[in-house]
């Protein structure tokens, strides 16, 4: 019987290969950029076009390869980096599986320039899909230069797979940023689409940290130092006040490679410990040196995850080095009146429950005798610091409150509770019809309109058949919701022109979102200014969200859009109204005056969909008196 085992060519071999090391545009530009630091470059141009997809180039100054080694490099396990398996706990370069460039080379159109500074001339090589087309002598820069071109053009399957431009440039962005954070001392320039993104000068720690984050980072930062035998700890943590939403601005560092490790994340959680709100993430760049014999690095072919010798005593050295740090610079959490209160979160309304919210709403005001009215529901009296977040609880109440038709007492709008579901829409109201025609039903008894509130949490109310109990922050967040999906889709919203435009200060990751969404976001009444580098400027607002409101708004935006922004508009106009109501929604533990509840409860009802959140959870359920006689006749 003959045999049937058979090396792969190469070619296949390597492809296969490809599929570890190469699943996008952003790994191209980590291995490459990769090559150029342990080549010892101390100037490195990153060039990219449509997100990677067409051409990801790396320039460096670093040390260049011979004809021999140029040619070499493409091959599988080709590598200068280790000559022994010994070598693996000694290494101090980031390459060494001598896989990258003979995985890249498999896929893509690529077409690599080198010279030695010993050497007057380099070597030119093109190699598409494995195969090469050509090599030369040429006059060229002292060091290489990589061009990858067409990724994936050989498996389509591969290429369809990648996601929108906006993402993968948003990967790309990532492993720059993890590169030119790791390296402070080179000079890093980066091209997107022929405009530069970066150019970051060669600099300290604390200096590139601030160049890739934004303008505003430096004052956040608390430096973190820490040297015993087995780690140096080097870095900064963000003041506990800074803390965000998303899980974006966390680094560590292993010997000068960005790593990923849950284990020291929840060390440094565990430093802050009680000095964040539920929920929030500091900012974090700590860069570890440990010696190189006691960690793996080989146990993921993209090297971000490694393993240590010691776990256990380095979480406990980063958790107090961190405390310390926190400690000794004072930023435990103090009441500092002083304080930006764009930065404050909504996380302490609960604790200001002594200021209670008021409202006033105007009963004759008909919105739809006159669009431009809008101003004309009143508004609290806002005062500035972090009593304002309260009052806007209560704007977002006069907002809803003038569709609620203010003649529809609540109880008529329970009679529907009782047959299926309610016919009206909130955007109906404006038809006499369909309200009287609940008011005139004959079999509406009348009831109590008292609501009561309990626990901060649910609003309960008798209703005919027995007693309905709304849970006010889900309500909130369908009024909330559908007024907004309303304004964007189908209103041109009304705007709040400010006084003095708002400047928000947002990474570069970030403003390439606040870019996308920019369109979206002017239809619900946003008005933006022409954008810097590094913040955006707010010249009007909409009616319904307070000043202090608008940084809250867009960093849950942000939050909420870290998987890439949604292709359609219809899809992006959904995530944006689903994000505003839920930062702006009355939360749980906030105190509610009746006039409050009412509104509440009516605005519910007169929802298209009343019956769930926008995140598909229950907003209400009744309880009929049988039911509660049959717990009594237990
Ligand atoms: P590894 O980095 O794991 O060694 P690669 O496939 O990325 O494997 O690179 C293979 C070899 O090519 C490297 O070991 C190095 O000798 C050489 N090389 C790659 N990029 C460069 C560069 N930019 N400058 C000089 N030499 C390079
Ligand atoms: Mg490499």
Known sequence: MSSIIQLLPDHVANQIAAGEVVQRPASVVKELLENAVDAGATDIKLIIKDAGKSLVQVIDNGKGMSVTDARLCFER???????????????????????????????????????????????????????????????????????????????????NFLKSDTVEFRHVMDEFQRVALAHP??????????????????????????????????????????????????????????????????????????????????AVMAAYEGLLKEGAQPSYFLYLQVPPNTI???????????????????????????????????????????????????????????????????????????????????????????????????????????????????????????????ESSPFSFENEEVTSSLFNDDEVEQVSQKTYQI???????????????????????????????????????ASQQLLFPLNLFYSSDEMTLIEELKASLETTGFVFEDAQTDHIVISGIPVNITESEVSIVIEQLLSDLQDGIPASSYSQNDTIAKSMAKSLAVKTGSYLTEKEQDNLVNGLFACKDPNISPFQKPTFITMRVEDIDKKFAL
């Open 185 to 266: 001392n080179i000079h890093f320039v980066f091209y997107h689409n022929g405009s530069e993104m970066y150019n970051l000068p060669a600099a300290g720690y604390r200096q590139r940290i601030v160049g890739i984050m934004s303008g505003k980072t430096n004052e956040k930062l608390v430096p973190v130092n820490e040297d015993t035998e087995i780690i140096n700890v080097q870095g900064f943590v963000c003041k506990p006040e800074f803390a965000k939403k998303s899980r974006g601005e966390q680094f560590f560092f292993v010997n000068d490679r960005f790593i990923k490790s849950g284990y020291l994340h929840h």
């Open 296 to 422: 793996d690095i080989n146990i993921h072919p993209t090297k971000t995850e490694i393993k240590f010798d010691d776990e256990q005593a380095l979480y406990a050295i980063l958790r107090a080095a961190i405390k310390h740090s926190l400690g000794q610079f004072n930023v435990a959490p103090v009441l500092d009146f002083d304080r930006d209160a764009n930065l404050d979160t909504p996380y302490h309304y609960k604790d200001l429950a002594a200021e209670t919210p008021t409202i006033q709403v105007d009963g004759t005001f008909n919105p739809f005798t006159d669009d431009k009215t809008n101003q004309h529901y009143s508004k609290v009296t806002s005062g500035s610091g972090s009593g304002s977040g309260f009052s806007s609880g209560s704007n977002s109440y006069s907002g809803y409150s003038k569709r609620v038709e203010p003649s529809a007492s609540w109880e008529s709008l329970y009679v529907g509770l009782e047959t299926e579901s309610i």
């Open 455 to 493: 626990h901060k949490k649910y609003i309960v109310s008798p209703i005919k058949s027995g007693m309905v109990i709304v849970d006010q922050q889900r309500a909130h967040q369908r009024i909330l919701y559908e007024q907004f999906l309303l304004n964007m889709t189908v209103n041109q919203a």
């Open 77 to 159: 396990h080709a590598t200068s980096k280790i000559r022994q398996a010994e070598d693996l706990f000694s290494l101090c370069t980031k390459g060494f599986r001598g896989e990258a460039l003979a995985s890249i080379a498999a896929i893509a159109h690529m077409e690599m320039k080198t010279r030695q500074d010993q050497e007057e001339l380099g070597t030119h090589i093109i190699i598409e899909g494995s195969k090469f087309i050509s090599q030369e002598v040429a006059v060229l820069p002292k060091g290489t230069s990589f061009a990858v071109k067409n990724l994936f053009f050989n498996i389509p399957a591969r290429r």
